[in-house]
């Protein structure tokens, strides 16, 4: 049956935060910020209680007197809190609510979550019993229906046993110490509420507690707006023992259980309520969610970091990394957005719910999770982008000062920043040309980022491109770039795997920095480099992959030609790239293997190599087309 309820539920949001992201955008949906709306609302509830208490008086007759001069004489001001006040506590007890409902639906509420799930049932509580206490200060009609009917709920209580109710048969028994005692419990009540509100977000790391600026400032011109359309006032006058109350405009969101006290035994509502409230509390435990042989805790390791965590039961692989200090990526941290898409390098996850825009079925099958949603299911290397949301792109202007065609159609261009400056990227990126009319053309870096005081770019003449028709026509040099980066993750894990590079015409480009930058470093892992293209004469710096390969006993360079000239006498490895990679590994397991080329290449050749053992976590691409450049081919472990 819970099962049930939630697949409901969870079918409803994932609908309605779907017309939201429509309507508002990921990062302002919100859905994705139910819980800091919440303490937004509390913020505005303490500001607008501040001023209302300073101009409101206790006593008889002073407390419904002191509220009409607040809400009447100074309704650009004391009007306008009050009424605000009134829509936030309303506010505040529906995104309480909608958040609870939400995390019930997606099943985001047990193991080390319950903690926050009881304070949460606490929280809603207290809401609900400052808000009903707020209604008695006023001290009208509607606060002498509410006061009245607390006071004979409770009597049916044997603690009570009808005593309280007699404090409210004639006028001359109310006095000044109720107001005085309804005024210290809306005081205590909020401040309870502060302390168990910043106890309840200490188990979700970074926890934010105020929404952004824009919803902030939405959510509280609503409530102005609707204050100055509908403002909050008095109900029939004040408070008159002597009459019963009729007539009054009632408040479905804070006082729907005293509604019941005269439709119900009161003894029953009773027994209603206290098991409603035990059911929220147990709720986390009903039913018990079978873990299996599934250990209390999986092992994380996040790269490019390197480092690894350990993460609970159910915990999502975001707040396992932010709670032991990772610099993570995320925004809406509801499976909206997708600023937090990694790719699962080993291991098992569960992807978790999440808005199919921001996780496509394609990128899913190649291993793409959001961290926000995913859990592990043992223990898993993933690995995210970490320079997506801490270091920001650069814009550079460079100076053409060096030209050179290594064949018809392949030119080679190097860049020079001003005062030789050296632009700091990783081996494998790439940076964007950016044309007059704001047009960009994505390049590999050639050099390794050891020797990054000239920037190298191998350019390859497309038919009709408007870029590289200049460059094979009228640049020279002297002339100025502009461009920007460094982007991508196109670049070598850590680990002690051997390399497979399968590069295709310029795609040796980044090839060539990747192989620079292992040598530099020492690396000794295996190095096989296949490059395919179609002639002799495409292979434009040969000579440099056979140079390594005689000083580095570790790599090892296979040329392929696809359709060689006759008069080239070509011996060596002909047909299809991928093809002479079968051939050489008949099991492809526990190799990374990195393409580099055409987009049609890669596509072609990955669905082969994965049938030899290659494994989807360990294979990566660079895939470029004539003007643009896609990363979309980072697959995972299974």
Same mark, same amino acid.
């Given at each position: 049956?819970?099962?049930?309820?939630?697949?409901?539920?969870?079918?409803?949001?994932?609908?309605?935060?779907?017309?939201?992201?429509?309507?508002?955008?990921?990062?302002?949906?919100?859905?994705?910020?139910?819980?800091?709306?919440?303490?937004?609302?509390?913020?505005?509830?303490?500001?607008?209680?501040?001023?209302?208490?300073?101009?409101?008086?206790?006593?008889?007759?002073?407390?419904?007197?002191?509220?009409?001069?607040?809400?009447?004489?100074?309704?650009?001001?004391?009007?306008? &809190?009050?009424? /605000? *006040?009134?829509? =936030?506590?309303?506010?505040?007890?529906?995104? !309480?609510?909608? %958040?609870?409902? @939400?995390?019930?639906?997606?099943?985001?509420?047990?193991?080390?979550?319950?903690?926050?799930?009881?304070?949460?049932?606490?929280?809603?509580?207290?809401?609900?019993?400052?808000?009903?206490?707020?209604?008695?200060?006023?001290?009208?009609?509607?606060?002498?229906?509410?006061?009245?009917?607390?006071?004979?709920?409770?009597?049916?209580?044997?603690?009570?046993?009808?005593?309280?109710?007699?404090?409210?048969?004639?006028?001359?028994?109310?006095?000044?110490?109720?107001?005085?005692? &309804?005024?210290? /419990? *809306?005081?205590? =009540?909020?401040?309870?509420?502060?302390?168990? !509100?910043?106890? %309840?977000?200490? @188990?979700?790391?970074?926890?934010?507690?105020?929404?952004?600026?824009?919803?902030?400032?939405?959510?509280?011109?609503?409530?102005?707006?609707?204050?100055?359309?509908?403002?909050?006032?008095?109900?029939?006058?004040?408070?008159?023992?002597?009459?019963?109350?009729?007539?009054?405009?009632?408040?479905?969101?804070?006082?729907?259980?005293?509604?019941?006290?005269?439709?119900?035994?009161?003894?029953?509502?009773?027994?209603?309520?206290?098991?409603?409230?035990?059911?929220?509390?147990?709720?986390?435990?009903?039913?018990?969610?079978?873990?299996?042989?599934?250990?209390?805790?999986?092992?994380?390791?996040?790269?490019?970091?390197?480092?690894?965590?350990?993460?609970?039961?159910?915990?999502?692989?975001?707040?396992?990394?932010?709670?032991?200090?990772?610099?993570?990526?995320?925004?809406?941290?509801?499976?909206?957005?997708?600023?937090?898409?990694?790719?699962?390098?080993?291991?098992?996850?569960?992807?978790?719910?999440?808005?199919?825009?921001?996780?496509?079925?394609?990128?899913?099958?190649?291993?793409?999770?959001?961290?926000?949603?995913?859990?592990?299911?043992?223990?898993?290397?993933?690995?995210?982008?970490?320079?997506?949301?801490?270091?920001?792109?650069?814009?550079?202007?460079?100076?053409?000062?060096?030209?050179?065609?290594?064949?018809?159609?392949?030119?080679?261009?190097?860049?020079?920043?001003?005062?030789?400056?050296?632009?700091?990227?990783?081996?494998?990126?790439?940076?964007?040309?950016?044309?007059?009319?704001?047009?960009?053309?994505?390049?590999?870096?050639?050099?390794?980022?050891?020797?990054?005081?000239?920037?190298?770019?191998?350019?390859?003449?497309?038919?009709?491109?408007?870029?590289?028709?200049?460059?094979?026509?009228?640049?020279?040099?002297?002339?100025?770039?502009?461009?920007?980066?460094?982007?991508?993750?196109?670049?070598?894990?850590?680990?002690?795997?051997?390399?497979?590079?399968?590069?295709?015409?310029?795609?040796?480009?980044?090839?060539?920095?990747?192989?620079?930058?292992?040598?530099?470093?020492?690396?000794?892992?295996?190095?096989?480099?296949?490059?395919?293209?179609?002639?002799?004469?495409?292979?434009?710096?040969?000579?440099?992959?056979?140079?390594?390969?005689?000083?580095?006993?570790?790599?090892?360079?296979?040329?392929?030609?696809?359709?060689?000239?006759?008069?080239?006498?070509?011996?060596?490895?002909?047909?299809?790239?991928?093809?002479?990679?079968?051939?050489?590994?008949?099991?492809?397991?526990?190799?990374?293997?990195?393409?580099?080329?055409?987009?049609?290449?890669?596509?072609?050749?990955?669905?082969?190599?994965?049938?030899?053992?290659?494994?989807?976590?360990?294979?990566?691409?660079?895939?470029?087309?004539?003007?643009?450049?896609?990363?979309?081919?980072?697959?995972?472990?299974?």
């Amino acid at each position: 049956m819970v099962k049930s309820m939630q697949r409901g539920l969870r079918w409803l949001f994932m609908r309605i935060e779907n017309l939201f992201n429509v309507a508002f955008g990921e990062q302002l949906n919100p859905f994705y910020h139910l819980g800091t709306i919440s303490f937004w609302q509390f913020w505005l509830l303490i500001v607008s209680g501040l001023y209302l208490y300073v101009f409101a008086d206790t006593g008889i007759h002073d407390a419904y007197n002191s509220v009409e001069r607040i809400t009447h004489q100074q309704w650009w001001a004391g009007g306008i &809190l009050r009424s /605000v *006040h009134r829509y =936030a506590t309303d506010g505040m007890i529906l995104t !309480m609510l909608l %958040h609870m409902l @939400r995390h019930f639906a997606y099943d985001r509420y047990r193991g080390f979550r319950s903690f926050s799930w009881l304070t949460g049932v606490a929280l809603l509580w207290l809401v609900y019993i400052a808000g009903i206490n707020g209604f008695m200060l006023v001290w009208d009609k509607l606060a002498q229906f509410v006061v009245i009917a607390v006071a004979e709920w409770f009597d049916v209580l044997p603690m009570f046993n009808g005593t309280l109710i007699r404090n409210f048969l004639y006028l001359e028994s109310v006095n000044s110490r109720l107001f005085t005692l &309804l005024a210290f /419990v *809306h005081i205590g =009540a909020p401040l309870i509420v502060l302390f168990i !509100m910043w106890v %309840h977000v200490q @188990r979700v790391p970074r926890a934010h507690i105020n929404p952004p600026k824009a919803i902030a400032l939405a959510v509280t011109l609503m409530f102005v707006v609707l204050s100055l359309i509908k403002p909050i006032v008095s109900q029939g006058g004040e408070a008159d023992m002597s009459v019963v109350p009729t007539g009054i405009a009632f408040d479905w969101f804070e006082l729907p259980v005293l509604a019941l006290v005269y439709v119900v035994d009161p003894l029953h509502l009773w027994a209603w309520v206290l098991g409603l409230s035990g059911l929220l509390f147990l709720t986390p435990w009903l039913p018990p969610k079978r873990r299996g042989a599934m250990p209390a805790e999986q092992h994380v390791t996040f790269h490019p970091d390197r480092r690894t965590v350990s993460a609970r039961f159910g915990e999502t692989l975001l707040d396992a990394g932010l709670r032991q200090s990772i610099d993570l990526p995320y925004e809406c941290r509801n499976g909206g957005c997708g600023v937090c898409k990694c790719t699962v390098l080993q291991g098992r996850v569960d992807p978790g719910l999440y808005q199919p825009k921001a996780l496509s079925s394609e990128e899913l099958a190649l291993g793409k999770v959001l961290l926000c949603c995913a859990t592990a299911l043992e223990d898993v290397e993933i690995e995210y982008r970490a320079d997506t949301s801490a270091k920001p792109v650069g814009n550079y202007r460079a100076r053409v000062v060096h030209m050179a065609r290594l064949t018809d159609d392949v030119m080679r261009i190097h860049l020079k920043l001003p005062d030789g400056e050296p632009l700091a990227f990783k081996a494998g990126q790439y940076l964007n040309i950016i044309l007059d009319d704001g047009q960009r053309r994505a390049f590999s870096f050639a050099n390794p980022p050891h020797q990054a005081e000239l920037i190298e770019l191998q350019i390859r003449l497309m038919p009709g491109g408007l870029f590289t028709s200049h460059v094979f026509t009228t640049m020279k040099v002297g002339d100025e770039l502009h461009f920007e980066g460094p982007l991508g993750d196109f670049t070598l894990r850590e680990s002690s795997r051997p390399i497979v590079f399968v590069a295709g015409a310029t795609g040796f480009a980044p090839v060539k920095s990747m192989v620079e930058d292992a040598f530099h470093r020492g690396l000794r892992r295996e190095i096989h480099l296949y490059w395919g293209v179609r002639r002799l004469k495409d292979l434009y710096l040969s000579e440099l992959p056979t140079r390594w390969a005689r000083e580095h006993d570790n790599f090892h360079f296979i040329p392929v030609l696809s359709e060689p000239d006759a008069e080239d006498h070509w011996q060596g490895r002909t047909g299809l790239v991928h093809e002479a990679i079968l051939e050489d590994f008949p099991e492809l397991k526990q190799h990374e293997i990195y393409a580099c080329g055409s987009v049609r290449m890669v596509e072609a050749i990955f669905p082969f190599l994965k049938k030899q053992g290659a494994e989807d976590g360990a294979c990566f691409s660079d895939a470029f087309s004539v003007s643009a450049r896609s990363m979309a081919f980072q697959p995972r472990q299974e």
